[in-house]
């Protein structure tokens, strides 16, 4: 048979009814969980009589409690300006103190970290606005700190020429002066070279080709040879002789003699000159009338045309800055004055305005070549 549960509770219909000869009904009543919310309630457990739905709402009850109790005090965190604020409501009054003094149980954790996050955002906030105001005044500083301290730019142009900001046209100038001064002393480009000289014009000049080699000339020829199968026999050759001269011939199906590889020969590279310094230019006599003829494909043909044009400008325009100093005839003159009426003379008719111009072609020629397939 079915186990008959014990102890079960006798509810009477009143207090007086022990006296009297009135017969009391007697009712078994089940039995009900109280629920209390007090603090000290949150650590008593649920009585195991109690039925599993009244465990669950008892459950849901407290965490409405404590859920509720902790919009109170925020709420009074909140609201409270300083240590005298005081809340009508004595259970949810709080004296404003540093959060560390609070206890806080693993639940309530979580809601005052988030609560303590809003606060951050806040003041991040507020050091935005700070810096937003302060960005006027430090745009009205910004002209006086762009002023670049002359000492400082001459110093950082001459230990690091490639950073100088001279413009490209200044330089030229500067090159094709000098050009003119060592056509008529033709110890100056050396003097710049070793050292000998020291004064700032000098220095200039000095800044100015190693602008030009370093900066216009030789990195587009580096290039042009990474990206080409030239040989480097075809390549010495080229940097050797100063003139060129390519011509149309007859198709021969051979060996490129600038990549070695098969391919339809049709032109002839004619490569003379005589060999000269790269940095004083000064001119080797030996073997004056060597010359070189070889037969390459339509690539290396118009490589060969890029690459000579810019690897021996400067050469060719120390040439012709001599061919005119050798013109002029006059005699008895300073080399400086004689360098500035010839300097000004050519800047007056644009002649060297137009070397530039044949400078800036080279190297856009060389930056616009193809890569070879």
């Known amino acids: ?36 919310d007090d603090e000290s309630s949150e650590k008593q457990q649920p009585d195991k009589t109690c039925p599993p739905e009244n465990v669950s709402t008892t459950r849901k009850q407290k965490v409405l409690a404590k859920l509720k109790e902790l919009v109170r005090q925020t ?3 909140r609201s409270c300006g300083s240590a005298n604020c005081e809340d009508s409501d004595s259970e949810a009054s709080i004296e404003e103190e540093p959060l560390y003094h609070v206890p806080l149980t693993p639940s309530e954790g979580s809601e005052t970290d988030s609560g303590s996050m809003k606060d951050f955002v806040v003041e991040e906030e507020e050091d935005d606005d700070g810096i937003d105001s302060a960005e006027p005044v430090k745009s009205e500083n910004q002209p006086h700190q762009k002023k670049p301290n002359p000492s400082n730019s001459e110093l950082l142009a001459h230990y690091f020429p490639q950073l100088s900001r001279c413009d490209h046209y200044v330089h030229f100038k500067r090159i094709v002066k000098a050009f003119l001064i060592n056509a008529i002393d033709d110890t100056f480009l050396g003097s710049l070279y070793d050292g000998t000289r020291q004064k700032k014009y000098a220095q200039d000049i000095l800044l100015s080709l190693h602008y030009l080699d370093d900066r216009f000339i030789q990195p587009r020829l580096e290039n042009l040879v990474c ?8 390549k010495e050759r080229v940097d050797c002789y ?8 007859s198709t021969k199906n051979m060996s490129c003699q600038a990549c070695e590889m098969k391919r339809c020969c049709k032109f002839n590279v004619l490569l003379s ?11 080797d006599d030996f073997m004056s009338d060597d010359k070189q003829v070889l037969k390459v494909g339509v690539v290396c043909a118009n490589r060969t045309r890029v690459y000579h044009n810019l690897k021996h400008f400067k050469y060719k325009l120390y040439m012709d800055c001599s061919s005119l100093a050798e013109l002029d005839g006059v005699e008895d003159e300073p080399v400086k004055d004689t360098v500035e009426r010839l300097f000004s003379h050519l800047e007056e008719n644009g002649w060297i305005q137009k070397r530039y111009s044949d400078l800036e072609g080279y190297m856009e020629d060389a930056d616009n070549f193809q890569e070879e397939k």
Do not use: Q
């Open 1 to 36: 048979g079915k186990r008959k549960r014990l102890g079960t509770s006798v509810v009477y219909d009143s207090d007086e009814s022990e006296g009297s000869d009135i017969l009391v009904r007697k009712v078994p009543a089940k039995r009900l969980c109280i629920v209390d």
């Open 75 to 77: 709420a009074a965190r």
């Open 227 to 234: 990206r080409s199968r030239w040989k480097d026999r075809y």
């Open 242 to 249: 100063p003139d060129v001269h390519i011509s149309l011939k």
């Open 273 to 283: 000159g005589r060999l000269y310094n790269s940095k004083t230019l000064e001119v």
